[in-house]
């Protein structure tokens, strides 16, 4: 495994295999890695000639007063960890690397980026531009043919998949199933805030997703299916930064389960950590459900 820093090594690195028509596939991450970021380092290796880790804690999707600083990170482990997992290169930029000096241009995909994690009241649609621009970045440089993310940010997956399509990026998304803990909770590297305690509640996130599934009946009311998920959370004390039913694909409000994919999702604040979680309700199949 090859570890490089700059543009214009990975680019070399990519040149020999890019000739000889090998598959490359790219798992975007923010180091810190878990199972789940394991489960698509393996995915991609199954599928790909050469797969390419990136390792970036990107400032520009991060707000005023949110947790860049003491964002978790472990570089050693992490690149022992991609290397098990079969990773050929790691491309782990500075951030004058992604973002020089006088860097003035964002990527913006409107209309799915102002809602739950985009709302004002939550991270801000400036989050998702953080994201888009970086991983609009990452497609360029890395040239990738395969790109793998995580169920568990549904949103962020949905707004990449538009934006790839929109800007005409050669690069096909591939989703994975969210991995999750014994007890339901999904992994996520800022699970490592959270205090016993809090660590205790953090599973109410799912329950509550499993409550409002079970309530899910074509032509029933979204809003029941919330209902039962609240009742879930109020019991573990989890009060939900937001708890709602969208189009799977449009992220539009869904007021009955209509025959479309509808995604609930979930965020809430567990003591020191920001949870997020997801589940989608298939169409025409109560019960059955993807990223539960």
């Not at 994690?117 to 991270?123: K, N, S, V």
């Not at 989050?127 to 993310?149: C, E, I, Q, S």
């Not at 599934?213 to 919330?226: K, M």
Request: aromatic share 6%.
């Amino acid at each position: 495994m090859r570890v490089v820093e700059t543009k214009a090594a990975l680019r070399d690195a990519l040149a020999a295999p890019r000739r000889e028509g090998l598959t490359i596939g790219l798992v975007p991450t923010m180091g810190f890695l878990h199972a789940g970021h394991v489960s698509l380092l393996e995915s991609a290796h199954a599928e790909c000639d050469v797969v390419v880790m990136s390792l970036f804690v990107n400032p520009a999707q991060f707000g005023p007063g949110e947790d860049l600083d003491r964002y978790p990170r472990d570089r050693e482990r992490d690149e022992r960890m991609a290397a098990d997992a079969g990773v050929d290169l790691i491309y782990a930029p500075p951030t004058e690397e992604v973002y020089p000096e006088g860097f003035a241009t964002a990527v913006e995909v409107s209309g799915l980026t102002e809602v739950l994690c985009g709302d004002p009241g939550a991270r801000g649609p400036e989050h998702f531009r953080g994201v888009t621009t970086v991983v609009a970045k990452l497609f360029n440089t890395v040239g990738p043919d395969v790109a793998y993310f995580g169920q568990k940010d549904a949103q962020q997956a949905v707004v990449i998949r538009r934006m790839a399509a929109d800007l005409d990026f050669p690069v096909r998304i591939e989703v994975r199933p969210t991995v999750r803990e014994d007890d339901g909770l999904a992994l996520s590297s800022r699970n490592a805030y959270l205090e016993p305690a809090d660590r205790e509640r953090a599973p109410a996130l799912h329950a509550a997703l499993g409550a409002a599934a079970d309530a899910a009946e074509v032509g029933a009311a979204t809003a029941d299916a919330i209902a039962a998920a609240r009742r879930v959370l109020a019991e573990a004390g989890v009060e939900p930064e937001y708890l709602e039913a969208r189009d799977a694909e449009r992220l539009e409000p869904i007021e009955t389960f209509n025959g479309r994919p509808v995604l609930l999702a979930i965020a809430a604040q567990v003591g020191g950590a920001r949870l997020i979680d997801n589940v989608i309700i298939e169409p025409n199949a109560p019960g059955r459900t993807r990223g539960a």
